[in-house]
Nanobody, 117 residues
């Protein structure tokens, strides 16, 4: 099974940017749909963005225009560029790999993003 390791989280001030990375242990395209989620205490994980197996990105309305998902297939890495971060973006961010045509989902360990002045 694929293993995912996120990195790039941290503490930033409102209006600043961060780029999260998700390193996969094996080739992710075209076998997996890759996505980013976030979770706050007491809430379920919420889908932010994903890249289809054709490379097409999709976004949740809450982050459209501020977040960008991208990938480096040669390095089996998916990124989430987050701009104009706000305190409500504070959460643990998770990378997800959904194996195409199967019910199998794989998750990274999560990376904390805190937006505070």
């Amino acid at each position: 099974q694929v293993q995912l390791v996120e990195s790039g989280g941290g503490l930033v001030q409102p209006g600043e940017s961060l780029r999260l990375s998700c390193q996969a242990s094996e080739s992710i395209f075209p076998n997996y749909v890759m996505g980013w989620y976030r979770q706050t205490p007491g809430n379920e994980r919420a889908l932010l963005a994903y890249i289809s197996t054709t490379g097409l990105p999709r976004y949740a309305d809450s982050v459209k225009g501020r977040f960008t998902i991208s990938s480096d297939n040669a390095k089996n890495t998916v990124f989430l560029q987050m701009n104009n971060l706000q305190p409500e973006d504070t959460a643990v961010y998770y990378c997800n790999a959904n194996r195409v045509d199967t019910p199998y989902d794989y998750w990274g360990q999560g990376t904390q993003v805190t937006v505070s002045s």
